[in-house]
């Protein structure tokens, strides 16, 4: 009897040691962030948005996040020199901060194997490599149609415009729900855009931004624009010191803190649910797996508060806003990805 509960005891730790183990295995990973960016994080745009999630992340994964590093203005051909030179600093987790990063995600995961995770902001499908590679897409055609509802509904003159940095196919999602949304509440608004060509270039946004708010009669100026939105801010600015009602919409982060008073809203990202979850993925071994992750509409992109400019939108605007999230949630309402012409 007495060898039998012996035997019953020591059976009993070892089960306890295993499960123990187990649970300490699982929470003994540690990750820091190396951080790609095409521009810089003073641009209160795309390449802010990162640093205020790992704020975040820092505060409450304090026991696997262990700190970062960024790299600023890393082009395509010098990713993957950069990646690696991060990873020998100690990061074993890279954000790749644009599409562009894709190939270079590839190239360095084959080169190190196993252990290091690679998270792709804005990349596709395609790119995802179970347990090495992970995408996260971009789809902000909902929230645009929002701020479309919106700058219809305070355009006097029904003209809106656009002055973005360049060309990519989440700006032109952006775009095309902007465009629907101000012709749900306006069917005879119009809209023209520029891009400047840069996503760091605040005298060409400037420049862009006052020639539509002079001689096109636009009111209201769109812009996912980066460091290029610090210019396109200050023409709005300007114009509206000279008593002109003009207005400015933003992307990627709240850009009332660039100039307060004369941002009307943005399209505001929080990667935070993003991050975590896939923080969640490593721990649990499923990252790239099964999950996919996406930003839009009622999943981290949303419209930032109107501030002093809430008593001046209409209420029809503000019913119509309500309606329009709750039908495009509810896959009622699909709002496209083209823009029309």
């Known amino acids: 009897m007495k060898k039998r509960s012996l035997k019953m005891m020591f059976i009993t730790l070892v089960v306890c040691l295993v499960f123990i183990g187990g649970v300490v295995s699982s929470f003994a990973i540690e990750l820091k962030v190396g951080l790609i960016l095409p521009g810089t994080v003073t641009d209160f745009g795309w390449d802010y948005v990162p640093v205020l999630t790992l704020n975040g992340l820092e505060a409450d994964f304090s ?30 987790w890279i954000w790749a901060w644009g599409f562009q990063y894709a190939d270079a995600c590839k190239a360095v995961s084959e080169k190190v194997g196993e252990g290091v995770y690679f998270s792709i902001a804005g990349g596709t499908e395609a790119d995802i490599w179970p347990g090495r590679i992970e995408n996260i897409d971009d789809f902000p055609e909902g929230t645009g149609y929002l701020a479309g509802i919106i700058a219809a509904s305070i355009s006097k003159t029904g003209k809106l415009g656009g002055v973005h940095g360049s060309l990519s196919a989440s700006i032109s999602y952006a775009e095309a729900g902007f465009i629907a949304g101000a ?36 009111d209201v100026v769109f812009c996912v624009g980066d460091g290029t939105s610090l210019g396109v801010v200050q023409a709005v600015q300007q114009a509206r010191a000279r008593g002109e009602d003009v207005h400015y919409i933003g992307c990627y982060v709240d850009q009332s803190v660039l100039s307060f008073g004369n941002v009307l809203t943005s399209l505001e990202y929080d990667y935070y649910p993003v991050f975590s979850g896939q923080i969640n993925d490593i721990l649990e071994g499923k990252f790239a797996k099964s999950q996919k992750y996406a930003m839009q509409l009622g999943q981290g992109v949303e419209l930032s508060p109107f501030y002093n400019f809430d008593s001046v939108i209409p209420d029809k605007a503000k019913e119509m806003i309500r309606q329009a999230r709750k039908d495009i949630l509810d896959g009622k309402l699909i709002v496209t990805r083209v823009i029309e012409k």
């Open 63 to 92: 026991d696997v996040l262990i700190g970062h590093k960024y790299t600023e203005i890393v082009s395509p051909a010098d990713a993957e020199g950069v990646m690696m030179d991060l990873i020998a600093s100690g990061c074993n």
């Open 183 to 218: 012709k749900a509440y306006n069917p005879l608004a119009t809209y023209q855009n520029v891009y400047v060509g840069s996503w760091g270039d605040p005298e060409g946004g400037r420049r862009a931004a006052d020639i539509m708010l002079k001689s096109a009669d636009i």
